[in-house]
């Protein structure tokens, strides 16, 4: 019930503001529109998620070149990929507002404001504003975000309520990428590490000085984690067999045990709606 409220208080919050439809964005620009948008670009598979979410994928005419999620948003025209939006693409495609990256499009933001256009970024850092970049898309499109933060939260609550409390916390490793592709984790700072703190678990990776750091296997075996997380790019679980049948990795309790498990990358990396999911994957992994 609790946390209920707090999810109407956010949306509440958000929806105060001077204008129509104004929202600080996630550089921290008051942004504005004046009439719900009928035509919409997105420039990060997050968003894109977030616009169908919230029921306007119908709206959506350009998006990014990962944005491939729900199925319906590969119809969707492909205006560049997320380090190189096309400029030309877009502002040919005359959309009422452009949802963009806070990081690696700024250059794209500033030349698309220069030809007159509206763009919000939004692209969150943490698993909180994962709920207010929702509530503010939302606003500047006009839409109820409600029901989605609710379900988003009666998901968490669920998956948090699988934790096994009677257990001590187990250290989880998790692999990025391994073998020929280097052995990369996920840091301090990252939306992976502060999954794994969520799941009741310790990240192996935490004390880092990189949030995406690489060690060799020799590293990886003086961390001795309990269990071992894989990024899974396909989503056929098929990582896991490659990742112990290596023999740099044959020594590592958790192969020895048996607990090394796929995780979908898509659930676990887009900060977006189905982040949720992605929680609710580890903490199924972590208690099986």
Request: aromatic share 8%; with cysteine.
């Amino acid at each position: 019930m609790k946390r209920r409220i707090l999810v109407w208080l956010l949306v509440l919050l958000l929806a105060m503001g001077a204008a129509a439809a104004e929202v600080i964005d996630g550089l921290g620009r008051a942004v504005s529109l004046d009439r719900v948008p009928e035509r919409i670009v997105s420039l990060t598979p997050a968003n894109t998620e977030i616009l169908y979410a919230l029921g306007v994928g119908d709206k959506v005419v350009g998006a990014d070149t990962y944005s491939d999620y729900p199925a319906e948003a590969a119809a969707i025209p492909r205006m560049g990929d997320y380090s190189g939006p096309n400029v030309e693409l877009i502002a040919a495609a005359q959309p009422d507002v452009v949802f963009a990256s806070t990081k690696l499009q700024i250059d794209a933001v500033e030349k698309l404001e220069s030809l007159g256009l509206t763009v919000v970024c939004v692209e969150p850092d943490d698993y909180g504003e994962v709920l207010s970049g929702i509530a503010r898309i939302a606003r500047i499109v006009g839409a109820d975000p409600g029901p989605l933060l609710e379900e988003i939260t009666d998901k968490q609550v669920a998956a948090l309520s699988a934790i096994d409390r009677g257990v001590d916390a187990p250290t989880v490793y998790f692999a990025l990428s391994f073998g020929e592709f280097g052995d990369y984790s996920a840091g301090p700072g990252t939306f992976l590490d502060e999954l794994i703190r969520m799941a009741g678990a310790k990240n192996a990776a935490a004390d880092a000085q990189y949030a995406w750091p690489m060690y060799s296997p020799e590293g990886i075996v003086a961390l001795d984690p309990d269990v071992i997380l894989i990024s899974d790019y396909v989503g056929d679980g098929a990582v896991v067999e490659q990742f112990a049948a290596l023999p740099n990795y044959a020594g590592l309790r958790a192969v020895k045990e048996g607990r090394v498990y796929a995780v979908d990358e898509d659930l676990v990396s887009r900060p977006g709606p189905r982040i949720v999911e992605g929680l609710s994957e580890i903490v199924g992994a972590l208690y099986q």
